[in-house]
């Protein structure tokens, strides 16, 4: 089958309105393969969808860490859908359980589970180009190979998913309980034991402070310094007086919100709007940036005035928001118990009892925790392979001195036709809230879709010149942020900004509304540019119970007086 932009052509056997069917695999039953889902059924004819995922559940993140502590440190009614609320969420930031079983309950209203098949991993996906279909190859919990094949292929595997062990000498070599934050062992008994946690991100700021009152002795390996930073939304806590936090919702309160969604609305979007807001701090030259230093010092120092050597520890030199700031409840408090011990020397190595640093202390523990983090850089997951073979994010851009990891709006590449993916490069956002990008990006997908099958396309793919342009206006958008300041930061491969959307999550979910169509270009099928036409006639010419007035909607008469419905023109 020849592919070109197609010839004046032939009338197809088809109607001008009729749905071609459309076979589509997504690969990933978190939250991104979860809302894509819900958005392609509902507004996506003639689909036929299978959703695949390496976990025995669906859930992602959520299904798979279950550390003490683990929890959303944004508001949990920003985390959620926006058009299905729960009014239901029993604290202000919810726990990990809690969140995965409200997606869990969206799954099930939704229908969707019966789409997903589990404890598949993916292991290749391959461009055909003779037959413009994705061919997929899966590994099921047996090790059997599964094939699978599509017009329409989404990546919807997420970026904090793929751990590994971090590369000490001696790691396997420990005799004791050895843990990963994304792995965690909830069998193994904590209490009384001496634990060494090895990491300051997210994962470990939130492991700390829940297992210290347990624990005998904590030894904490900080390497990296980090901006502790207060709970996001705070405003919310000071309004209750609440001193500590986090806070619980009384009975009543859930009560009314149930019962008035009006009200529990108005609530959501006080809180929304919150968390949408203060974007500013993140630009080199603002005020608010300027300010954010001296605040989080100041905050960092109070926290820590039971044992103030901690503090140069951890402080950074580096500006606010430059890596992801962490809230971080009860952390910097934790740090000043008397169990708790900063290590900030480098480890040297692990031996069969315990860790020896730089300094030729040997300490010996019963527990290793590995909070370090995951593989963030997007080439970690499958091979995907395009037109002639390409691997996506693979050195043959770079070899023609562009961005390896270059992308159109985040979700789509060129060279990969019918191919779209979730919180790829520059999808995440340093400030505001990402769920809501995601929701646009599902119905982007949605919108090329019904593209696709009504107007005769066969392939659809990017501009270069369009991803090349994004790419330079997200080179040049970040060096006026301090995302592109001197620090290390997931944020980051190879030194440039590479996680993060350029711009505010306000402005990523604006730009994502409506799909620019002069940035793609497109193949036919039957190489027929003007199959889309059809045979001349519409479905309802041929259905005798068809509305054949469907445009017939207004109930408005001619002697109804317009002035009164709208302003006069001076």
């Known amino acids: 089958m020849a592919y070109s932009n197609g010839n004046a052509g032939h009338v197809a056997r088809r109607h001008v309105d009729t749905t071609r069917p459309l076979k589509v695999v997504i690969i990933g039953a978190g939250i991104s393969g979860i809302i894509s889902a819900i958005k392609l059924l509902d507004s996506v004819q003639n689909l036929s969808l299978k959703i695949y995922d390496k976990n025995e559940d669906l859930g992602g993140t959520w299904f798979e860490n279950r550390y003490p502590g683990c929890a959303c440190d944004i508001p949990a009614h920003t985390y959620q859908l926006s058009w299905d609320h729960n009014a239901a969420w029993t604290q202000f930031y919810a726990t990990a359980p809690e969140i995965l079983k409200y997606w869990q309950r969206v799954a099930e209203k939704y229908d969707i589970?019966?789409?997903?098949?589990?404890?598949?991993?993916?292991?290749?996906?391959?461009?055909?180009?003779s037959a413009a279909r994705w061919a997929v190859t899966l590994q099921d919990k047996r090790g059997h190979t599964v094939h699978d094949d599509c017009d329409v292929f989404i990546s919807a595997v997420g970026i904090l998913n793929a751990w590994d062990w971090p590369s000490i000498p001696g790691l396997g070599d420990y005799k004791g309980k050895l843990m990963h934050s994304a792995a965690w062992d909830t069998s193994f008994d904590l209490e009384g034991k001496s634990v060494a946690v090895i990491g300051a991100g997210s994962s470990g700021i939130q492991i700390v402070p829940n297992i210290q009152p347990m624990v005998k002795r904590l030894d904490h390996y900080v390497r990296g310094k980090t901006w502790i930073a207060t709970p996001m939304a705070d405003q919310e806590l000071k309004k209750r007086g609440v001193k500590g936090s986090n806070f619980a919702f009384s009975p009543d309160e859930i009560k009314d919100w149930e019962s008035d969604p009006k009200s529990y609305l108005e609530y959501r979007k006080q809180v929304e709007t919150t968390v949408q807001t203060g974007f500013q701090a993140t630009l080199r030259a603002s005020i608010e940036q300027k300010e954010a230093r001296p605040y989080f010092e100041t905050?960092?120092?109070?926290?820590?005035?039971?044992?103030?050597?901690?503090?140069?520890?951890?402080?950074?030199?580096?500006?606010?928001?430059?890596?992801?700031?962490?809230?971080?409840?009860?952390?910097?408090?934790?740090?000043?118990?008397?169990?708790?011990?900063?290590?900030?020397?480098?480890?040297?190595?692990?031996?069969?009892?315990?860790?020896?640093?730089?300094?030729?202390?040997?300490?010996?523990?019963?527990?290793?925790?590995?909070?370090?983090?995951?593989?963030?850089?997007?080439?970690?997951?499958?091979?995907?392979?395009?037109?002639?073979?390409?691997?996506?994010?693979?050195?043959?851009?770079?070899?023609?001195?562009?961005?390896?990891?270059?992308?159109?709006?985040?979700?789509?590449?060129?060279?990969?036709?019918?191919?779209?993916?979730?919180?790829?490069?520059?999808?995440?956002?340093?400030?505001?809230?990402?769920?809501?990008?995601?929701?646009?990006?599902?119905?982007?997908?949605?919108?090329?879709?019904?593209?696709?099958?009504?107007?005769?396309?066969?392939?659809?793919?990017?501009?270069?010149?369009?991803?090349?342009?994004?790419?330079?206006?997200?080179?040049?958008?970040?060096?006026?942020?301090?995302?592109?300041?001197?620090?290390?930061?997931?944020?980051?491969?190879?030194?440039?900004?590479?996680?993060?959307?350029?711009?505010?999550?306000?402005?990523?979910?604006?730009?994502?509304?409506?799909?620019?169509?002069?940035?793609?270009?497109?193949?036919?099928?039957?190489?027929?540019?003007?199959?889309?036409?059809?045979?001349?006639?519409?479905?309802?010419?041929?259905?005798?119970?068809?509305?054949?007035?469907?445009?017939?909607?207004?109930?408005?008469?001619?002697?109804?007086?317009?002035?009164?419905?709208?302003?006069?023109?001076?």
Not at 301 to 329: E, M, N, W, Y
Request: net charge neutral.
């Open 113 to 129: 589970k019966r789409y997903m098949k589990f404890s598949h991993r993916a292991t290749e996906a391959r461009w055909d180009e």
């Open 299 to 570: 905050l960092m120092a109070q926290r820590l005035s039971k044992k103030p050597t901690v503090l140069s520890h951890i402080l950074p030199d580096f500006p606010p928001f430059c890596k992801r700031l962490t809230p971080g409840p009860g952390y910097l408090e934790a740090l000043t118990e008397e169990n708790v011990q900063v290590i900030p020397e480098r480890i040297q190595s692990v031996t069969e009892t315990g860790i020896l640093t730089t300094d030729n202390k040997h300490r010996e523990v019963d527990a290793i925790v590995c909070a370090t983090g995951f593989n963030t850089s997007f080439t970690n997951r499958f091979p995907v392979y395009g037109i002639g073979g390409a691997l996506l994010f693979g050195e043959e851009r770079q070899r023609q001195n562009r961005s390896r990891l270059s992308t159109y709006l985040s979700t789509a590449v060129d060279g990969f036709p019918n191919f779209f993916l979730f919180l790829g490069p520059n999808s995440g956002v340093g400030h505001g809230n990402l769920l809501m990008i995601v929701e646009r990006l599902a119905d982007y997908c949605a919108k090329t879709l019904r593209k696709m099958q009504t107007q005769n396309i066969l392939t659809i793919q990017p501009r270069t010149s369009a991803v090349d342009s994004f790419s330079a206006f997200c080179e040049e958008y970040f060096k006026e942020t301090v995302f592109s300041a001197d620090c290390s930061s997931w944020y980051k491969v190879g030194g440039k900004v590479a996680a993060l959307w350029p711009g505010s999550s306000l402005h990523a979910i604006k730009t994502l509304e409506e799909p620019r169509w002069e940035d793609f270009k497109y193949t036919f099928l039957n190489d027929n540019f003007t199959a889309w036409l059809g045979d001349g006639s519409t479905e309802a010419d041929h259905d005798p119970n068809a509305d054949k007035a469907y445009y017939l909607t207004s109930t408005q008469l001619i002697k109804d007086n317009l002035a009164e419905k709208r302003p006069s023109v001076a």
